[in-house]
């Protein structure tokens, strides 16, 4: 709301490292007495996220400084209902999702700087007060799609993680719950067991502020801020910060697609609770290009090719799109592929040229024809394009290619 770093900028972190701080506590702590997003319309939040061409949104509910962007009944003294503006937001953000279409997801720091039982003595009161803000938010909410947790300090014993993901899947049954749980446990008195620390890591990784490497033998996604700040932030409202160009996200996009992930874009609304101007002008070309070339990105995994800063691939069924960032010359060059490529087009119009081997598969278009950003290409082959992976290992490319 102030223009800093959210959580990050307050003073003194407890149970944690320092760094990013520039705002004291006692001004950190009563920010919420002048919190009034006059101009919030969750409405226009959710048009403008189908419009990026979105699927889904993971709405931040609590941070690490302890505050609640609904009116918890555990902590409601600091919560969205103690500050002039009032309204629930949580609850405009899911009916507008909901009434959208689009997916819903809460992202929940388990780590709270202001409240005065963390990590006191045994945690237990703590662990019971957090255990009940999921089970709000995943109740009065439902139905919720995501559970994104971030943060958490102090040894394992200190939580009941077992009851908390059963209760989890049991309020919803089909949520996806990333792999933060229990994140930055680290150091500690104890370990867990086995079954446990697989439990608590969820259901996709998050690789934060960097694209992920290929990885199909389990689900992931990038998390990156369209603000980018020199101290690495940018999650709040920074105008400190440089928004980043269509093609910067295009590319992260594709690279994510590419490499069997998901992108999930943060944006940091201004203090009016409007989305500034530059961020919304970008998300429009992304929907734009979603628009022409969704194809490509939607419903489709990964490969066959291992990706690279030259661009990288997706396929279904019988088809493989070829995203080419970074041409050299007019021929791209991929490995062979097993089956063959009955129809080769370029995602807007026009066909490259195709010379398929034993040792290459060659496409080649002219420098005037390709795109600046990315170029896509519809391979149409005899067979299934998942046939081509060697035990789930995508195909190589040769040296100075990846």
Known sequence: MNGTEISWSRIGHSHDHPGHESVSPAVYDNLYRRFDPVKFDANAWMQ????????????????????SMWPTKLRPEYSIAATPFKRDLCREIADAAHRHGLRLGWY????????????????????AFY???????LTNYAPVDVLWFDHVAGNWRDYDFTGLF??????QPKILVNDRAARFIR??????????????????????QRIGKFQNDRPWESCVTLTECADGGGWSYRPDGRTRTFAECLRMLVSCATGDGNLLLNVGPLPTGEIDPRQVAVLKQMGAWLARNGES??????????NGEW????????????????WTGDTLRLPPLKAKVLRATVLGGGE?????????????????????IDTVLKLELDAPAANEFSDGRPLEMAAGRR
């Open 48 to 67: 403008m996220a189908q419009g990026a061409g979105m699927k889904y949104v993971v709405f931040v509910a609590k941070h690490h400084d302890g505050f």
């Open 166 to 171: 059963d209760e989890i899947y049991q309020l």
């Open 352 to 372: 490259p040229e195709v010379r398929q081997t034993n040792e290459h598969l060659e496409l080649t278009l002219s420098a005037g024809r390709q795109d600046e």
């Open 187 to 208: 150091g500690t008195e104890d370990r867990p067991s086995p079954e446990l620390a697989s439990r608590v890591s969820g259901d996709f990784d998050t690789p934060e």
């Open 311 to 326: 661009g990288g691939a997706t396929y279904q069924d019988k088809t493989v799109y070829v995203h080419v960032l970074r």
């Open 131 to 137: 255990r009940g803000q999921v089970r709000e938010l």
């Open 108 to 127: 929940y720091s388990a780590r709270d700087w202001t409240h005065p039982d963390y990590l006191v003595g045994d945690n237990r009161k703590y662990d």
């Open 297 to 306: 990105i939607y419903g489709t995994r990964g490969g066959p090719f291992r």
